[in-house]
């Protein structure tokens, strides 16, 4: 070989051992973008994935307890499961009963519940007139019905009212509700899931809302925040959201200290604010319970549509368009539409 071609073959060799090393470096750099962008997707992927759980766990759907067992052992069961104990004084919120009406809930099936917690009953007087509209004759008419016998009542509006601010209400800037309200810590809501003449049904939602209410506060609602003295000027739908937006202040009001029980018994059309209420043409269902008041509401609504002799109060749902104060309460943030439903008789949902 001659001598001038060694040192052109060592360049070569030089030239060809610098180009395979250029080649393994940018193999090695894209290995390390596909690590790189595997790395990112995975840690997208994972936290699509947590806010998905985020989402289920934060109220897409709420538990609602259900037993078909409607008497004291089946009310203390069902309370029992919600896991909620009161703190300082305890009201517990019901209807005692417009005189002439026999629906109302039994003083003997809450006894039990009621004096297990040292609970008050209290209410706020109508404002329609009738047994209830004075704080002497609601008292009369709470012995009468025998729920003094059993705890002591307050008529949460025998002294006045106090205001609740209702968040961001396209009807009501506030809530008026019974000047007594602000000595009670927690509340049970015990309501008579029934029907209604002007809500369609009344259960949680009412309760807390129009049954909070003080007297003017009742009108304020029906008004839909135009009038403290009267019911007149509203359309149905305003009026079904002034509600829900009551039941917000006070949900609001109180957070964790509130939960929710609904006894489906003599399922009447008419509500226990009537005093000559039409006889039930349904059967019995049960009691549900939640810390939800719309959730509640709702399974409450759906077990009457899957009666087989539900028809009578279904249409006085229908007619009123009753839904709409939960499809509202739902859009405002009050509860959820969706829920589970739990039967505590045999642990199956």
Request: aromatic letters at 8%; charged letters at 15%.
């Amino acid at each position: 070989m001659k001598k001038w071609l060694v040192p052109i073959i060592s360049i070569l060799v030089i030239i060809l051992v610098i180009a395979l090393i250029n080649v393994f470096i940018v193999n090695m750099s894209n290995n390390e973008a596909d690590v790189a962008d595997t790395y990112v997707n995975t840690q997208v992927n994972a936290t699509n994935s947590e806010n998905n759980v985020s989402a289920e766990s934060n109220g897409e759907y709420s538990t609602v307890y259900f037993t078909s067992d409607i008497s004291p052992t089946g009310l203390m069961n069902i309370y029992n499961r919600l896991e909620f104990t009161p703190q300082g004084n305890t009201a517990i919120k019901l209807s005692t009963g417009e005189a002439g009406g026999n629906y109302y809930l039994s003083p003997d099936l809450i006894k039990d519940l009621v004096q297990s917690v040292n609970g008050t009953i209290v209410e706020c007087n109508t404002a329609y007139g009738g047994s209830r509209s004075s704080t002497d004759a609601h008292m009369q008419v709470a012995e009468d019905h025998g729920f003094t016998q059993i705890a002591n009542v307050d008529i949460l509006d025998a002294y006045g009212y106090t205001s609740l601010q209702v968040p961001n209400g396209k009807h009501l800037t506030e809530d008026l509700v019974g000047k007594n309200y602000e000595n009670y810590d927690s509340t049970i809501v015990l309501s008579h899931f029934k029907g209604h003449a002007m809500a369609g049904f009344g259960g949680a939602v009412k309760n807390i809302s129009i049954g909070f209410a003080s007297s003017n506060g009742k009108s304020l609602i029906h008004s839909a925040g135009s009038s403290t003295t009267g019911f007149g000027g509203a359309s149905q739908d305003d009026f079904l959201e002034s509600m829900a937006e009551a039941a917000l202040a006070v949900s609001t009001d109180k957070g964790d200290d509130i939960i929710y029980i609904s006894v489906m018994n003599n399922l009447s059309v008419d509500c226990d604010c009537d005093s000559n209420p039409a006889e039930p043409d349904m059967h019995d269902i049960g009691i549900l319970a939640s810390k939800d008041p719309v959730a509640l509401d709702k399974a409450c609504v759906d077990l009457v549509y899957s009666s087989q002799d539900g028809a009578s109060l279904i249409e006085r749902i229908e007619s009123r368009n009753g839904i709409h104060t939960l499809e509202y309460g739902a859009q405002i943030g009050l509860g959820n539409l969706n829920y589970e439903l739990v039967n505590i008789d045999d642990g199956n949902n």
